[in-house]
């Protein structure tokens, strides 16, 4: 499940409490106190068997005494009884429940997995949401739900903090009450038996009330349920999490070599930057965010000008701003000359801008009027030492009055403010806060909350990029590479010899070394003759996965006398130090000799949660030592590959240095994109090491390759937390007048040719298609229809050939489905010219058998009542329709699959 009912948890009508007691200092007392004391409208219903009242309210002995079902259940009573209670919760018509349950955590072992499992099978058949159990509660401010044992009721406000830890929640409250900073909501999700993470962002992404979403989280479940609802989240709504366990146990894989590792918390790290999710690393940068969130606007750059009474504090926001990659701004030639009217006209002529220690009050008011208006400022940070001529507090009032006081004729930049100091300045900051005006203890802290707005907007952007299209970059054999995979699985080994790996990384068109396969030392040495120049040697056997940790690698060998003697002291000692390995014999290859070339890596691994992790960096044998390496998600486009690559230390050497030429940035990542082809491609792909990778201004060349093999219990794609491009679904189809046309679902590289398609349109057809006038596609509106989560969308295109054989579209059907894939919302976008060939109800069809194998329960839409052609094609296809209630030129129609 996902959002299914969770409006019972956190808009409920009526509650009932179980195990309400009065008794002081217990979970139970302070859980009814609270529930009692928050404010809430509805109906409540304390249950205990014991007591005859509550909070001077009459109780209710048991369940079935109560005269109504009621929404959310808030349950505190002894562990083995709470599978009952759900049971008869459930069938009463509860649909939701929050166990608090501390004793649960107690339960260790299969005993407590016992009930956990018994609590879900009770609430499965009714449907009822389960909140924990061993966690603190719930609690929505603006409909006074305090479901939960915290020490006091937060303020409303349209910030969510969704928390894996009861402890941390509560200390977060405790910080921002005392900042006058509120929230939508506060989820405290103890063990997650039902509702996650995945579960709270769905919800809180369609919350309006919602503004941003905190995250405190240690670890995921159900991974590719995770990703979709973040990157859905995350387009809406600025997502920040903090994430345990950066120093935690490293994993390792079955058989990497030495140094191929990797932390969960490095998947993590690339899974948040996947899904446009911000990072920050502690409970003060949390605070940073939360007030940073509350309190300032968005801001359209990262170019910050800094305003300060002492050029030492200016500096240090400098230094900081720069050291986290933003930018101190320029401000414009008619700025610099009004703040040179200024009285304390003293300045320093440059940011930061330092005026005088002895400025009077409303110097720094007058500072931040001329700056909103800076073209070339994105944000303004207030930077005040203490001084005995000044009153921090009447310079704070002045500031506050500004910025109150803009209009709309003012750009109303983003305002952060730092008064250093502590008793001499606590009244300005309260008074700062009071104003809803972001103000930090020191001008790192400063700095941070404006980089971290920075950061969002820029992953936001890179995610929504149009990659360049590849689609005729390379046709991969994937016939043969399975069959190379076939044969290894059928002798039952675990590892492609070399040759076989080569073979199989040739099948995906990567480019690689000529390699000869050799029995014997004399055959080696032919074949050296035959190569003529240096050549290199390894000893070849499936059993041997590190060749050069058992001496097995001899290099620049220069005749074929040097390479028979090599091989026949090759085999002596390697048989010596692996008896149990079985010899084939060697690998014979030319020596390259690319002078400007660097070595790269590129593996997979398989994360227990996300599946299959590409990892990319500085190769060769000491790869292990450098430790450069960036990790990524498959599927792959050239921007994501890009941004994986540029994480890299060696990406700024790939980028040309000291007359060496730059490297072939784009053969790099093309190569990246083929093998996640390859991982989506086959499921038996359980782990590939390429290393190393020459990479220079030619192009690349791979040298090395090791891959481990298993069988598979699915497909490919299931073992993925992000769905790839479902090629599955392409057909061809010929119209009766001989042209071939393509119907395919959408890649993001498309937004161009969609664009056209809007361009194509008339007003008439614009207004029918998007239910209003609009001149333009907004770039933002493009890459959200062409960029789709393929596990919640679909989108089928009409592909054919302009005049000089390009690529062009003439149609889109797509469908958008809730998290729980019971409705979805479709909509038809054809080019005028395209009509009467049948191609709507072509598309139509095509979208409705789909949603029927991905077991949608109904499609439905919103037409004007004056799109007559819509219309009818809607009553062809049997849908419903009727007039929307709040707007009757509008027709809803539906159709039930």
């Not at 055959?523 to 240096?534: N, R």
């Not at 390496?629 to 599927?635: C, N």
């Not at 082809?677 to 020459?694: F, G, K, R, S, T």
């Not at 161009?752 to 596609?777: D, K, S, V």
């Amino acid at each position: 499940m996902t959002i299914r009912n969770l409006n019972f948890l956190f808009d409920p009508k009526s509650i009932v409490l179980i195990g309400a007691s009065q008794t002081p200092g217990t979970v139970a007392g302070v859980l009814t106190g609270n529930v009692f004391g928050a404010g809430f409208k509805g109906e409540i219903f304390p249950i205990n068997h014991i007591n005859q009242n509550s909070e001077g309210i009459a109780t209710y002995r048991d369940i079935a005494s109560l005269p109504l079902a009621p929404d959310l259940a808030v349950i505190a009573a002894p562990p083995d009884t709470v599978p009952g209670l759900i049971d008869e919760l459930g069938k009463r018509g509860t649909k939701a429940a929050v166990i608090t349950a501390p004793r649960l955590a107690t339960i260790a072992g299969p005993q407590g997995q016992k009930v956990n499992s018994a609590m879900l099978s009770a609430a499965r058949p009714h449907l009822l949401r389960i909140l924990g159990p061993n966690c603190l509660g719930i609690m929505v401010p603006g409909i006074g739900l305090h479901a939960g044992f915290g020490h006091l009721h937060p303020l409303p406000g349209n910030i969510a903090f969704v928390s894996q830890s009861g402890a941390v929640l509560t200390t977060v409250l405790d910080w921002a009450t005392s900042r006058k900073i509120g929230f939508s909501h506060c989820v405290s999700l103890g063990d997650m038996i039902d509702v996650d993470f995945g579960d709270m962002l769905d919800y809180l992404a369609n919350d309006y009330s919602t503004r941003a979403i905190l995250l405190y989280l240690e670890n995921a479940t159900n991974a590719r349920k995770f990703l979709s609802a973040a990157r859905a989240a995350a387009r809406n709504k600025p997502v920040i999490v903090v994430k345990t366990g950066e120093s935690g146990e490293r994993c390792r894989f079955a058989d990497a070599p030495a140094g191929v590792t990797t932390s969960s918390d490095a998947v993590y790290e690339a899974v948040f930057r996947r899904a446009g999710i911000l990072r920050v690393k502690d409970l003060q940068a949390l605070f940073d965010a939360v007030q940073t969130l509350a309190m300032t606007r968005q801001v359209a750059g990262d170019r910050l000008a800094i305003v300060c009474n002492g050029g030492g504090i200016g500096v240090m926001a400098a230094d900081t701003l720069i050291d986290r990659g933003g930018q101190l701004a320029l401000p414009g030639q008619a700025t610099m000359e009004s703040l040179d009217q200024l009285p304390a006209a003293s300045w320093s002529q440059t940011n930061p801008i330092v005026i005088d220690s002895d400025a009077a009050d409303n110097h720094y008011a007058d500072a931040l009027r001329i700056l909103d208006q800076d073209k070339e400022t994105d944000a303004i940070l207030l930077l005040h030492c203490p001084t005995a001529l000044t009153s921090p507090t009447t310079t704070a009032e002045a500031v506050i009055n500004t910025v109150n006081g803009r209009t709309s004729t003012y750009r109303q930049k983003a305002v952060l403010t730092c008064w250093l100091g502590d008793a001499s300045v606590a009244e300005a900051r309260t008074l700062f806060a009071q104003n809803n005006i972001c103000t930090y203890a020191t001008p790192t802290e400063a700095v941070r909350g404006f980089m971290q707005i920075v950061r969002y907007r820029k992953s936001q952007q890179m995610l929504m990029e149009t990659p360049p299209s590849i689609a005729d970059s390379f046709t991969p054999d994937t016939s043969g590479a399975r069959q190379i995979i076939a044969g290894a699985l059928a002798d039952n080994r675990t590892w492609l010899s070399s040759a076989e790996a080569r073979e199989l990384l040739i099948a995906y068109a990567i480019p690689f070394v000529d390699s000869y396969t050799a029995s014997s030392p004399e055959t080696a040495a032919e074949l050296a003759g035959k190569i003529g120049g240096l050549t290199a040697l390894k000893i070849l056997s499936a059993d041997i996965t590190h060749r050069s940790e058992v001496s097995g690698v001899s290099l620049n060998l220069e005749t074929p006398v040097v390479v028979r003697e090599n091989a026949a002291a090759m085999l002596q000692r390697v048989t010596e130090i692996r008896p149990d390995a079985h010899i084939e014999g060697f690998t014979v290859q030319p020596m390259v000799h690319r002078p400007h070339a660097l070595e790269l890596t590129i593996s997979m691994v398989e994360d227990e949660l996300f599946g299959p992790v590409l990892m990319v960096g500085q190769g060769g044998i000491a790869d292990e030592v450098i430790g450069d390496k960036a990790l990524t998600l498959p599927p792959l486009n050239l921007h994501l590959a890009h941004d994986a690559l540029s994480q890299t230390r060696v990406y700024r050497l790939l980028q040309g240095y000291r007359g060496i030429p730059a490297a072939d940035l784009a053969s790099i990542e093309l190569t990246l994109i083929k093998v996640s082809q390859l991982i989506c491609d086959i499921a038996e792909v359980a782990e590939l090491h390429l290393n190393p990778l020459l990479a220079d201004e030619h192009g690349v060349l791979a040298l090395d390759a090791r891959v481990r093999v298993a069988k598979a219990e699915g497909a490919a794609v299931d073992r993925l937390a992000i769905l790839p491009y479902p090629k599955e679904l392409e057909e061809s189809l010929r119209l009766p007048d001989g042209q071939l046309l393509l119907i395919r679902p959408i890649r993001p590289e498309d937004e161009p040719n969609f664009q056209n398609i809007f361009a194509g349109l008339t007003p008439e057809e614009i207004r029918l298609r998007f239910l209003h006038p609009m001149n333009t596609l907004p770039h933002s509106l493009a890459a959200r229809l062409t960029q789709i989560d393929y596990d919640r969308e679909m989108s089928l295109v009409v592909e054919g050939k302009n005049p000089v054989g390009e690529p062009e579209l003439y149609g889109v059907v797509q469908i958008t489905a809730d998290p729980d894939k019971e409705r979805a919302e479709f909509a038809i976008m054809l080019l005028h010219d395209m009509t009467g060939l049948g191609l709507g109800p072509m598309l139509l069809r095509r979208i409705i058998e789909y949603a029927r194998s991905q077991g949608i329960g109904e499609i439905y839409g919103e037409v004007l009542g004056d799109n007559r052609s819509m219309l009818k094609l809607c009553r062809v296809f049997d849908f419903e329709i009727r007039s929307d209630r709040e707007d009757p030129g509008i027709k809803q129609v539906l159709l039930k699959l």
